[in-house]
Every structure is written in structure tokens, then in C-alpha cells.
């Protein structure tokens, strides 16, 4: 009988541990996860990483499309789609920046 106490006791502690469990992201970029801007239009990406989180944030970026500063802000550089990731420690957010043609160059094609 105090074998069957021990293993409802065992299985009581399990269940209230995974119950009482919660899913912490340790990095996330807080501007969603795509932005469109326009050619030569830049915005400023922001992240929030967890209490266990340490160390300095690093950005790249996966193509010339939109580069990104050692700050986070983005440029839009020329049309197309640019995967930027901030790096912080060994744990990686990613955001995708899609960068438009200018306004202006939209209206001369729409006229041609």
C-alpha cells in the first residue's frame, strides 16, 4: 500500500508541474513578423528577451534588399524580401522586411 502512495503522490506532483508549466521565448522581435516599407524608407526594430537572456544583440540580414545597423534600424535599400535576424547569445529572433519601390517609381511604371 505505501508503494501505491508514493506512485499517486509521484503522479499528483507531475501533473500540477506540467499544468503549472510556461512557454517563455527567450528572444523576440516585438515589430511583429513583417514590415513592408519603401526604398529608402528605415524603421527601428525592437526585441525583449528573457530574464535567463544575457549578452549584446547582433543583426544581420539575408540579402542587400534592406540592411540592418548594429542598432536594429532597417533600411530598404532596393525592391525585394530581406530576412533580419537579431542574435543574442545563442538564441535568434527573425522578422521578414519586404522593401517596395518608391512611390514615385511605382506611378512612371504604371504610366509606361
Request: proline residues 2%; aromatic residues 6%; contains cysteine.
Amino acid at each position: 500500500m505505501n508503494q501505491f502512495k508514493k506512485i499517486i503522490f509521484a503522479l499528483t506532483l507531475l501533473f500540477l508541474l506540467v499544468g503549472c508549466t510556461q512557454t517563455v521565448v527567450p528572444i523576440e522581435i516585438t515589430n511583429g513578423e513583417r514590415i513592408e516599407l519603401y526604398v529608402g524608407e528605415q524603421v527601428d526594430l525592437d526585441y525583449e528577451t528573457s530574464d535567463t537572456v544575457t549578452g549584446d544583440a547582433v543583426w544581420t540580414s539575408s540579402s542587400v534588399s534592406a540592411v540592418v545597423d548594429d542598432e536594429g534600424i532597417v533600411t530598404g535599400r532596393i525592391q525585394g524580401e530581406s530576412v533580419i535576424t537579431v542574435t543574442v547569445g545563442s538564441y535568434k529572433d527573425t522578422i521578414v522586411i519586404i522593401v517596395l519601390p518608391k512611390e514615385q517609381e511605382v506611378k512612371s511604371m504604371l504610366v509606361k
